[in-house]
Structure formats: C-alpha cells, structure tokens
C-alpha cells in the first residue's frame, strides 16, 4: 500500500499547478474587480474617463468567480473556519475521523452544486441575457455554482487522499 | 403562521450537528439547507439560485475591497508610523507605552478594520517595546488584544458592512458613524484601567508632550489617515456608495504604500494579494451559502417564532437587551465573527427592534460581542494571535487579560442601555 501511495503522490505537483494557477486567476480577477469600480466611479466625475454600463453586472460576476474559486482553494488549505475549540482535549484518531466524515459530506455536497448549479444556469443561460450586455448568456452568472462543485471535488479528492495516506504513513513521514 | 417545526429541526439542528462535527461552517450552512429543502420537497435548485444572490450584491463588495486596503496598508509599512503618532498624543503618560498601544489601535482599526491584523501587526512591533521598556509581556499582550477590538468599531469596517446587508439593506454610512464614540469609550475604558495597573506596578513615563512632534507626526501619518476620510467622508457625505469608496480607497492606499512611504514594491503587492484571497477565500463563500441558510429561515418563519419565544421568557427590555448580550456572547466564544453576523442576525435583528433597540445599535452591540468573542477561549483568534506574537501562554495571557474583560462588559453595557453612544453621530448627520 505504501508503494502505491509513493506512485500516486506523483499527482502532487498537479494539484500545485491548479492551485496556483486558481489563485494567480483570483488575483487578477481582484484587480480587475477594483480597476473597473474605481474607473466606474471617477468616470462619474471626470468626462474623459469611461463609465460603462455593464461595470456592475461584470464586477458581480466576477466577484462570484472569486467566492467559490477562493473557497476550493481554502479546502486544500484547510483555512475554512471550523469549530476546532475542542481539538486539543479529543483523540487525534477521532478528528481524523470527524474530518473525513466532513471531507465526504463536502465532496457529495460538491456532486450536488455540480449537478443542480449545472440544470440552473442552464436553465436561465437559456432565457436571459445580461441587461448591460445583451449578447452575453446569463448563462454566465450562474456557472460559478457548478464551476465550485468541480473546485470542490477535485480538492475533495486530495483531502481524502492525504487522509487514508495518514492510515500507512507516520505523522513525519506524511510531511 | 404555518409552523413546520421538523423542517426547523431539520435546518437549525443539523447545522448544529455538522459543526459539533467540526464541519467547515460555510459547508454546514449549505449541507443543512440541502436536507432541509428535500425534506420540504423544494428544487434544489434553489441552492444555485440563493448562493448567486447571496454574493451578487453591490453593496458586499465593499468587503473585499476593505480587506484588501487593509491588507495594502498594513504592509505598506503605516504601522510605524501609526504608533509613532500615538505615541507624539499619549506616551507622556504613566504607563505611556500601553496608552500609544491603545490609542494606535484605533488609529490602525480605521484602516485595517480587522482585530487579528491589528494584533499581529502592531502587536509585533508593541509588545517587544514594551517589555523593554520594563512592561510584563502578559499585561503588554493583554493590552495589545484588548485594544485591538477597537477596530472592528472603527469605520470603515468590513463587518459592519456584513451587518447591514444582513440586516436587509442598513444605511453603512450611518453604521461607520455609529461606530467612532463606542470605539472611543473603548479605548478610553481600556487606558483608564490599564493607568491604574501602570500606577500600581509603577510602569514607565514617556517623553514629555511636545505640540510640535505632534503635529510632525500628523503630517507623517495624513496620507494613511486619509484613506479613512475618503471612506467616511464620501459615504457620509453621499458622494460614492460604500463600495465606490471602498474601491477609490484601495487604489489610494496603493498609491500612498507604493509611491508615498514606499513601504511596498509592485512585487509585494502581488504578493500582499495572496493574503487578501486567503481571507476572501473563507468570508465570501460564508456570504454566498449563508444567503441559502437565511432563505430558509425566513420561509420558515425562525426570525418570529425565535422573537416570541424571547420575548415569553420576561416582558423586561431591560433582561431581554442583557440576554441578548449573553446570546452573543456565547456564540463569540464559539464561533467566529463572520458567520455570527450572518447566521445570528436574521434571528436576533427582530427580538432586538420589539424592544425598542435601533439596530444601527444592535449592530454595534454584534460587532462588539462578537470581539469579545475573538479575545475568549476556546474560539479566540485573536486570543492565539497575541499569544503567539507576544510568546506568552494562552493561560497567561487570559489571566492578565481577565480585568479588560470587565472593562470591555462594562462598554457593552454602556452601548446596550445608553442609545446615543451608537445613534448620536448618526442623527447628527441624518
């Protein structure tokens, strides 16, 4: 099993790349998200600087990319906030239990954005369009909840996995 | 009222499950809300459709452009000089160091807005003064995270904003007003109390008052001080929205740690973005499957039955405003402040308004609670920060901490029973 585990950790460096590059997309969806608010709001004042329509509908939309792209990433990190006042008084096999339970619960939660989100913004991709921009699918608007549910399960996956490699390797050698 | 009191159970007894399970928060939310829409027979859908509208609000926008600033600021090297002009106001007094401490917390709240940051921040830079200067390193941390409290209060703040879409749409201009005099008696309550320990243990005098250091160090400081003008004043002063502030503000706050102190260099600014999504990455999907959460609430009708149930246990306001506190109280003990405000408020808001409290001021009396909260075990971020940063243990610190408690009860109690600590600026600026 140990073999097996050394062969799949080959997978490592994947997982690295997509979280980079998830949050290097993040990061440039932030600027974006501040660029185009501030450029809204001085072309209130100033004449020569834009102030164009579809700026609050494309911030929004963006701003929902950023909640669940950021949020798979906090998954990896294990950032997400937790009830975690009692882990120093219960046994470590017992958390390690609680969080693959969670681990679980989350991935088919996941399965379940994927699916649902998927029918939604299908649905409505289907009916409207942005009322800035009349030839963009509101589509769109509502792909960030399926795009989460698969942001969650690819990171779901390597929870679980680091959890059962927890079962044959020492706390050391997991590191 | 139709009363589906297994859908209740279903929705608030499960959420209580999956966190006693030590589930992430924002996921408990969403999974107690898919069981309790199958077990209504609702589409599932209705998930997709909540989340989008739980994040797709202007107004929340404002949040990651604060914590951004915050983030900017924080490293662009303010700090320094934030305590440089606390210290030019206060460090002539006994126990000077604790004073600059307190007072340079409020001066950093308005930008950072955030009780951790301040810690860490100035923590790191105040508690090894201090204890050079001959403070116990326990009083030292001890004041450092006590005042740090004082910058959820102080405008602007990214949790007051939380609040007032919580709340269905609250003026944020008049909950950043409403914040200045309770951050005030703060920090005042908190610099009486620790005078008096400085006076008993005989703590050092700074330098004398000097009006022209002072004045030095206001020009040094105008530009950081600045963004929180441009915050407030804009607001306030109905020129941009919070979020057009917010947004205005962060690219201020670019150009005064990048070009003005340069504190920062473009490489640290990307870098300094790492730290804002790492926060963004916790708060906006505890927004976006709260909305979920609040949705069934609401449908449910928790908010009134919750009310009816208060309000049967005693017709006194007086009692019920107290229990109110204890409520929240607790719940900062045990969770963090983000999903208080946004689980907590939907529930509490209408019991808080039957007996007559504003809820710009209810909203005060959250954010102060909930920083009670972050400074209490077993659940205190901040409480782990300061430790941490002031390598002191947690049993030390709450140890020296236990008095500022009293203090910090003794402002709520104040914000609870006295209204226009909370509504005096705000009616002042109708």
Redesign the interface.
Known sequence: MRAFFHFADRIKPFYDIIDKTI?VI??VM??L??AI??M???GRYVSFVPDPAWS?EI???F??Y???L??A???R?R?????????RVLPKKL?WA??L??DV??MI?GF??I???W???Q?LGSRGTYVSIPSLSRFW??F???L?GVAMVIFEIEALYNSARKLFFSEEEAK | MIVDGTAILILIGSFLF??????????AV??AS?LTLLYQGL???T???Q??NG????S??AV??FI?MGYIMGKGGISEKLIALANACVGWMRGGMAMVNIVASYFFGGISGSAAADTASLGSIMIPMMVDQGYDDDFSTAVTITSSVEGLLVPPSHNMVIYATSAGGLSVGALFLAGYIPAAILAVTLMIGAYIFSVRRKYPKGDKFNLLNLLKQIAISFWALAAVLIVVVGVVGGI?TP??SA??A??YSLIVSVFIYKGLDWKGV?KV??Q???T???V?????TSSIFGFLLTRLNVPTLAANAILGLTESPILLALLLNIILLVLGM???M??IILIATPILLPIATSIGLSPIQFGIMIILNCGIGLLT???GSVLFIGSAVGKVSIERVVKATLPFYLLMIFTLILVTFIPAISLFLPSLFN
């Open positions: 949050l993040c990061k932030l600027i998200v501040i608010t501030t809204a709001v001085t609050e911030v929004l939309t701003m929902a950023i909640a669940v950021s949020a990433l906090a998954i990190r950032s997400h906030i937790r009830m975690t006042a009692f882990d958390i609680l969080d339970i969670a619960a989350v939660l379940i954005m699916f649902v989100g029918q939604y913004a649905r608007m509502y960030p909840v399926p989460a | 999956l966190v006693a399970l030590r589930f992430p928060i924002a996921y969403a999974l898919v589409p599932l859908t998930v997709a459709q989340m989008v994040i797709s609000s202007f929340l926008m990651p452009f951004t941009f979020t057009e947004a205005i962060v690219v990307w973005l790492d804002a999504i790492d963004l990455s916790i906006l999907i505890l927004i976006a045990i969770m963090d983000a999903p075990p077993p659940v």
